[in-house]
């Protein structure tokens, strides 16, 4: 089966997975309106503590992360990163403050691993959202259970999970 979802379908699978979700992220940028603003402030230099913006999917993260449920992504990074890049970093450690295991993959080495070019989660290794973008915006999500092609991306995560580096790690050597 599959399908397109839309935002209130996509929420419903970040509260009912009941193990892992997992996230591949390829974008240069994305466009959301929630981030238009702290966006604008990183740029001029201004970001500053202020994450209320993020809150709602901290308390998330962090509620599930408190019920034993895993979150985790590898984000692919162009080097040198672009400005939203250096933006989505400058954030990262208070995903990880809230539960989330982020890793790092060089866009060229994520080439090298013929890993795709589109980025998608994996819910609890039974559930596929492919995220559709068009001018860094997010265009649609395409959700299936079809038992191969699950397989496929869930290697996709093998590959990219194995050759990326923590966080923290990253954030040293960048």
Known sequence: MHRFLDGAELARLFARFRRSAWRFETQSE????????PYRR?????LGEDRAWM?????SVSSATRQGRSF???RV??????DYQRFEMAVAPDNEAA??????LSSERARRLLLPAQDFWLFDDTILALMHFGSGRLTGIEVTTDVTRI???RAHRR??????????EHMTIS
Do not use: M
Request: aromatic letters at 14%.
């Open 42 to 46: 990183f740029l001029a230099g201004e």
């Open 72 to 74: 985790a992504r590898v």
């Open 55 to 59: 809150t709602e999917w901290l308390r």
């Open 30 to 37: 994305y466009r959301e309106v929630s981030e238009a603003e």
């Open 99 to 104: 539960g989330e295991d982020i890793r790092v």
């Open 77 to 82: 990074v162009a080097f040198p990163p672009t």
């Open 151 to 153: 397989e496929q991306y």
């Open 159 to 168: 590959r990219a999970w194995s050759q990326a580096v923590p966080l923290n």
